[in-house]
């Protein structure tokens, strides 16, 4: 019982704020147009001011865990494999494919992971969650433009958005190669700049939690709920059981560990929705698949960090 308090007291915080987001927008406290500022300026400005400012400030050589972004990559690039082969094997029609397999794999890892990450080993698990992100944004945006654009590969060509430069210009992967520099230089912030930086990053992952669930939306459940559920599944209990293998087998252990399989076991992100529509995947899919796993993954993490407590 008291280990099932523990992980609620982990678990529960994180929820309870994305339902309050819920909340002011039925309220009408929030609007769309409030919430798409809001999700543009958590991304762009607050979510890299946290990375710069965790990162920045802590010892790279104390942190860094080669292996656990060697396991992590894996894992991701485990999921995409698993899913795409078995979404061709089952011949489905390449938008319906594109989107179950970048459903399967890439994770909240900005908004849910590092909440979760930081509730659960604070700031200690804050900044190598962070850190183990800055590596991983790149490699989840590669594999999910192979996942949405390979089915299409025998069709017509057709313009694509230029993603490889996006991927490039990622706030996040900005903010967190500055906050490395930093870090492994050991170079100084002064006093009035790190205190106004402690007090936007704050802002950051309360802001992204509302954001969350201002935007949650039951209409979104209107793809293939079967595939969505089954995208879920793997994303939520495959990936995470993939991922504490791996990470065994590389010798990664203690709060790395955890922090790989949380980060591995989070909700699909909602970058998902946005890239299937405009990657000529299915959107309805992509949509139904991130809300159903952020609904799931108040279950299945507190599953996942009681067996990490025991």
Known sequence: ???LIETLTIVLPVFLVIGLGQLLFRLNLFDDQFLQQTNKLVYVVFLPLLLFYKI??????????????????????AGFALTFVYSGWRNWPPQARGSFSQGSF?????????????????????????????????????????ALLLPHRNSPNQEQ???????????????????????????????????????SAGLALPLALLAIGGSFSMQRLKGDLWLAGLATAVKLLLLPL?????LNLLGVEGTDFSIGILM???????ATYIMAAQLRGDAELAGSIVMLSTLASAVSYTLIIMLLKI
């Open 242 to 246: 993939i991922a504490a293998l791996l």
């Open 56 to 77: 920045g400030h802590a010892d790279f050589a104390s942190f860094f865990n080669g292996p656990l972004v060697i396991g992590a990559s894996l894992t991701i690039a």
């Open 106 to 146: 890439r994770g909240n890892l900005a908004y849910v992971g590092l909440a979760i990450c930081m509730n659960a080993y604070g700031d200690d698990g804050l900044t190598r969650a962070g850190i183990l992100m800055g590596f991983l944004v790149p490699v989840l945006n590669l594999f999910a433009i192979l």
């Open 1 to 3: 019982m008291a280990l």
């Open 264 to 270: 591995s076991a989070t909700p699909a992100a909602t």
């Open 161 to 199: 958005p230029n993603w490889l430069m996006q991927i490039a210009l990622n706030p996040l992967i900005i903010a967190s190669f500055l906050g490395v520099i930093w870090s492994y230089w050991q170079l100084p912030i002064p006093i009035i700049f790190d205190r106004a930086l402690q007090i």
